[in-house]
């Protein structure tokens, strides 16, 4: 089993080889003339070389590792995918339907994430949030925020 | 005497209505993040950065110093009575903040903590009024390779004394370069990584950056932890002033915590943690009882606590005067900065005087507040703590997707949140610091501009930055930073306790 740091080090590797040859694409110039890639293919390049040592480091260690279970030990992730699956949708909604009826949506689910409370708690003060925000970053401070099917309710 | 007229200058631009509440909103804010565990001034600044676009510059800035050093305060509450600290700087509190709180001393540690901190940040601020204009001055005869090298040395310098790994603090310094650089290059307006979109052609966004990397990560790490319930320590918080041994035993800790925390917090990387860190140790050294601490010791409070608001006015320091941002806050702040059109820089105090003098003095102003904020409306506070999380991480939410949606109007921005939230959240599992990395981003762009514009000017030799004293002599501390002192034993260990106590958070 790996080290988590060695999984870390193969990430940064690729993605320092990328930069690499990308700014090699980009054009490095010369010293007297530096190009568009140039600082970028520097920090490619350390990136690169920091990654595998990282790797090489890591795996000297002699403890016994349980790779990237370890991490997660005692914790629950699926929390975290179901929040940023709920605002990837809100995202995608946020536009076409507006800012008030998603937003009150996405508050009744997030209120229930981690707390027990009841439907009828989570549901006013989801009302209450989203009529809030409004009031505040809308009226008083101008923020523009998608009206979606509402807009032709709300006249001001 | 041209300091006074000077601060009398700034005093006369903010003392109108707007610029007081803006500076109050900022400080209360500031506390209430310091309360709250799990939210510090850097994720507080970065949700309501968005919204400051609203304001003008100067008022803007206002509040979101007022934040910082607001946290400051705020943090010592919950280190104290719930033994957990309110944002990084409040660790060493816990250890006898908390003690003291046990054996019924709890209001007198608030008190002190409060009023050490106040005369401590009044001290730094005088120190920074005075030091900043001629240090500004110094710093216009730097031309491009100067700052190219000041600029590495900052990086060096917060990735030398980043807890943890060095390896990789450099990596995050590596890759924050990468995304400072993409969009159109400056020079050739040659698009750079933006994979053939025209989101990314104006760079990365400092606002989804840092909202994504320290909001939103921080609320996935706090939403995978099953709940304990904060246990608030009941106690009676009769007695906010220490008495008479307790003011004995704490002046000269104050005194010390100011001084050093001033001059730790001008250095990269140094800052509110580092000093806090240090005027415990040395507070430890110099008590004729060391063995009381960690056991209710009042100068084990007052000493760091006073170093840690010291060491925020320094960090403006380097801010203000040279453009150079030495924590992750002070390179949000100059990324805001730049972003209302007022870069910060040596040239800021001749053509942006207003806003150099006026965010001093709202500091003198801010102070002030925090000590009126902070004694009377500890109860308050105390209450505030008892908000359930599962209520509050929604709320961090919603900010955050206004704010980000408000910039521009696009949910292109607040998808590219939820990338960099991701990968926040998964740099904080593999215990990556994302300090060095905010601080590499916002540098990033002139660090390629100096760096090019010094060959330009040498025709293409590196000698350039080795005939100034100034390059030569900043680079030699580059060198022995990465390449000398991390192999010294004495200097190992320090760094690992550094990231011991950072991995406590």
């Known amino acids: 089993m790996k080290h988590p740091d060695q999984y870390a080090g193969i990430f940064g590797f690729i993605v320092g080889l990328f930069v690499t040859i990308s700014s090699v694409f980009y054009g490095i110039g010369s010293f007297s003339g530096p190009g568009p ?70 508050m009744v689910l997030l209120f229930r994430v981690q707390g027990n409370y009841s439907y009828k708690k989570v549901l006013s003060l989801s009302a209450a949030v989203t009529i809030l925000c409004y009031i505040i970053f809308v009226q008083f401070l101008g923020v523009q925020l998608p009206r979606g099917v509402m807009g032709y309710f709300l006249l001001f | 005497m041209e300091t006074l007229d000077y601060l009398l200058y700034g005093f006369r631009v903010i003392l109108h209505p707007m610029p007081l509440f803006f500076c109050f909103i900022g400080v209360l804010i500031g506390t209430l993040v310091g309360v709250l565990p799990g939210l510090g001034p850097v994720a507080a600044i970065s949700l309501l950065l968005p919204f400051t676009f609203h304001v003008s510059p100067l008022v803007s800035v206002i509040m979101l110093a007022g934040i910082y050093y607001g946290a400051m305060y705020g943090g010592s509450i919950t280190a104290i009575l719930v033994n957990i600290p309110g944002e990084a700087a409040s660790v060493v509190t816990c250890l006898d903040g908390y003690q003291m709180a046990l054996k019924g001393r709890a209001g007198a540690a608030l008190g002190i903590s409060a009023i050490g901190s106040f005369i401590a940040g009044t001290a730094g601020l005088i120190g920074l009024s005075f030091l900043a204009p001629p240090l500004a001055a110094t710093a216009l005869k730097f031309g491009p390779p100067e700052y190219f090298a000041i600029m590495i040395l900052g990086l060096t310098i917060l990735v030398f004394l980043a807890g943890g790994s060095m390896i990789k603090a450099l990596m995050m310094a590596s890759l924050g370069l990468i995304i400072g650089n993409v969009g159109m ?31 939103i990560s921080e609320v996935f790490l706090n939403v995978e932890q099953s709940l304990k319930t904060q246990e608030i320590l009941k106690t009676d918080l009769k007695g906010l002033l220490p008495n008479l041994q307790e003011w004995k035993e704490s002046i000269f800790p104050i005194a010390r915590g100011s001084v050093l925390g001033f001059f730790l917090g001008i250095l990269p990387g140094g800052g509110a943690v580092i000093s806090s860190f240090v005027s415990y140790g040395i507070e430890r050294k110099l008590s004729r009882h060391p063995e009381e601490f960690g056991k209710g010791a009042i100068a084990g409070v007052a000493g760091p606590e006073s170093a840690n608001n010291s060491a925020t006015a320094g960090a403006f320091i380097p801010l203000l005067t040279l453009g150079i941002p030495s924590n992750a806050v002070t390179a949000i702040l100059l990324g805001a900065l730049m972003m209302y059109d007022t870069p910060a820089g040596p040239r800021m105090v001749s053509q942006h005087p207003d806003i150099f003098w006026g965010i001093i003095c709202s500091m003198y102003i801010g102070n002030i507040m925090l000590l009126v904020l902070n004694l009377p409306l500890i109860r308050l506070w105390v209450k505030i703590l008892e908000i359930p999380y599962p209520i509050l991480f929604p709320l961090i939410i919603l900010f ?23 990968v926040g959240y998964m740099m904080k599992k593999f215990k990556f610091d994302g300090a060095p990395l905010i601080l590499a981003v916002v540098l ?15 025709g293409g030799s590196p000698q350039i930055f080795f005939d100034s004293p100034i390059c030569l002599g900043v680079l030699a501390v580059v060198a022995l930073l990465l390449f000398v002192l991390p192999f010294l034993p004495r200097v190992t260990r320090f760094r690992k306790s550094l990231g011991e106590e950072s991995e406590q958070l």
């Open chain 1, 37 to 106: 890639g140039f600082i970028t293919l520097l920090a490619g390049v350390a990136l690169t070389i920091l990654s595998l040592i990282l790797f090489a480091a890591s795996g000297r260690r002699k403890l016994p590792f349980q790779g990237l279970r370890q991490i997660w030990e005692g914790h629950e992730p699926k929390n975290i995918v179901y929040v940023l699956g709920l605002l990837v949708v809100y995202t995608f909604l946020l536009e076409p339907v507006g800012f008030l009826i998603t937003t009150f949506f996405l």
């Open chain 2, 185 to 215: 290059d400056i020079i050739t307006a040659q698009p750079r990584f933006t994979f053939g979109t025209t989101i990314l052609l104006d760079g990365v966004g400092l606002v989804p950056l840092v909202m994504g990397l320290f909001g």
């Open chain 2, 400 to 422: 955050c997707l206004i704010g980000v949606y408000s910039l521009d109007s696009r949910t292109s921005e607040i998808f590219l949140m939820l990338i960099f939230g991701v």
């Open chain 2, 444 to 458: 990033g762009p002139q660090m390629d501009k100096s760096l090019r514009q010094s060959l330009l000017m040498s």
